[in-house]
């Protein structure tokens, strides 16, 4: 089976994102370290960027292990680094489809589709989607969970 | 009063009983000769030359009002069958009109509160997928005509005739209130509180302190609140008995509170068979069941919602088993070999692992966890919604994951936890397949139903 990533803009937003938080940090460590000087303060700037580079690392993970297929009868749905999840939604199953966009996701032209079932644990969500392809999943989908909708 | 069966489709709306709002304020109102009584007295007493007491005054104001509102809200409420939907109309200001399509009817309860059984009434409750079930209230109609309302709407439901009279029952089981007491008591949650108590007690007897004194008042306090519980249980369950018609599971119970509920087949998402810790001295078991149904928005659902929907609240496990297997037919009860979690599993769910198994066939899921009570899920494949694979850092060390099976009910999933890596990952596509199976097999059948 293979899976279909999500948009690799999805990563650019989140570096973006991460960009926005890390570089103001990195500049305040910085400037303490100016200002006060000592090992003290190397040692903080060093921390600071160390947890920026983790951070990026592991978002570029999670990132990495988004994914989803479209089977004959059931999406599928991947997730997680460190939680590992896979979601199987038959399509008969599914009652509506949502298609959201954050500000974030707004500014980057993307969307998340999310499927909801009658369980309310089901979580099928893929998020950084372009918003044409997040529009025609939806379709597709919604066309398909009409043809093959079953009772509960 | 009309004959009760004329209940018709497309016929004339219809009122509640006119009784109705006094079920409402019946407490108030029963309480106020004792006052005015205890408030006459008094004022001899007191040498007040007989004035109305201030509290008689404010209650009789409040049973006053709330028969004024009690009325105009039966007034202003109607209902009618029409066009394969029950529509009820309500509200003086916010005018409401609900549609609830008969096909999609999960149970219908009738219920009778207290003040209700004196005067002769009962509520039927329409429970309805997609709805809360403020929306399906019918209160109160006369006692002799909810059941047959109740009937008439599930003949209905069925695609029958109205005056289909209702399929005779065959009782499966009942339960005897002796050992419903006794299984109610015996429950952790009864017990530990009892033990903690007696052990405050004893400690404040020995050395009396303020200390001591506090432990026994908090103690005191939760073993309160577990014999309220548990009166109320008792209440809820009291002559509890099963029976299994053609339109589903019927459920009378009730010692204060008098309901018959009506669980149609179709419409069971999950059973759950319950053995608590101490219940295994005497081999017993509970099975308790998962209808679809919304999330829980109004007062009204929260009370409905309170009582867990149980098809048998104690007996032995024979009988639960026979129960089980006559709700799911052959289903496999036990874990068979070889489909307990992996001896790694230990690490992960040190507390839990000596119940944890999971098995399935081409109809059932089935999973048992637990830590001191087992709990067994079964959940037939063609209710599955959706299935999920989980695995955390812990897990994903020792090579564990956790496969987790939605359906449409609300109260609890059945989750085969701590699996082996590939053996979960077999059982995703398996049960994803199965359940696809189900669902073909399913609307294949309802085609050739329609056909002929």
Known sequence: MTFRPVSPRFWLARQAVLAAAGVPLVAVAALAEAVV?????????????????????????????WGYAERDEDLIVRRGLLFRRVSVVPYGRMQFIDVSAGPVDRVFGLATVQLHTAAAATDARIPGLLRADAEQLRDRLAAVGEARATGL | MPPPATLLPGEQWRRLHPLSPLVRVGAVIAAVPFLLVGSFSGGRQSQDGGRPNITVLIWSGLAILGLIGGFVSWLVTRWRIDQGDLQIERGLIRRQSFRIPLERIQAIDVIAPLTARILGLAEVRVISAGRGLEHGRLAYLSAAEAPVVR??????????????????????????????????????????????????????????????????????????????????????DYNFSIAEAGDGLRLDRGLLQQRHETIPFTRIQAVRLVEPLLWRLFGWCRLDVDVARQRV????????????????????????????????????????????????????????????????????????????????????????????????????????????????????QAAARCRDEGDADALLWTIAERARDARRQRSTAAGAQKQS
């Open chain 2, 297 to 412: 928005s109004h007062e009204a659902d929260r009370d409905a919602n309170r009582v867990a929907r149980t098809l048998i609240p104690v007996a032995s496990r024979d009988l639960v088993v026979w129960l089980l297997s006559r709700v799911m037919p052959a289903v496999t009860s036990e874990p068979p070999a070889g489909s307990s979690s992996p001896r790694r599993a230990r690490l992960r769910a040190p507390l839990s692992y000596h119940f944890l198994a999971a098995w399935n066939d081409d109809r059932y899921v089935c999973a048992r966890t637990g830590r001191l009570q087992s709990a067994t899920v079964v959940v037939p494949v063609d209710k599955v919604q959706s299935v999920r694979l989980a695995s955390g850092p812990v897990q994903r060390a020792l090579r564990l994951a956790t496969v987790h099976v939605d359906t449409a009910g609300r109260r609890w």
């Open chain 2, 151 to 236: 009937a008439q709407l599930l003949a209905l439901a069925h695609g029958l005739a109205a005056t289909t009279p209702e399929p005779p029952g065959y009782r499966l089981a009942r339960v005897d209130n002796g050992r419903l007491a006794m299984g109610l008591l015996t429950r952790a949650s009864v017990i530990v509180p009892g033990m903690l108590l007696f052990g405050a007690i004893v400690a404040a007897m020995v050395r009396p302190a303020n200390a001591s004194f506090t432990a026994v008042a908090v103690t005191g306090g939760l073993a309160f609140q577990s014999v309220v519980v548990t009166a109320r249980r008792f209440n809820d």
């Open chain 1, 37 to 65: 000087g000592g090992p003290g303060g190397l040692a903080i700037l060093a921390g600071v960027v160390v947890l920026l580079a983790w951070t990026w690392i592991v978002e570029r993970g999670r990132y990495r292990a």
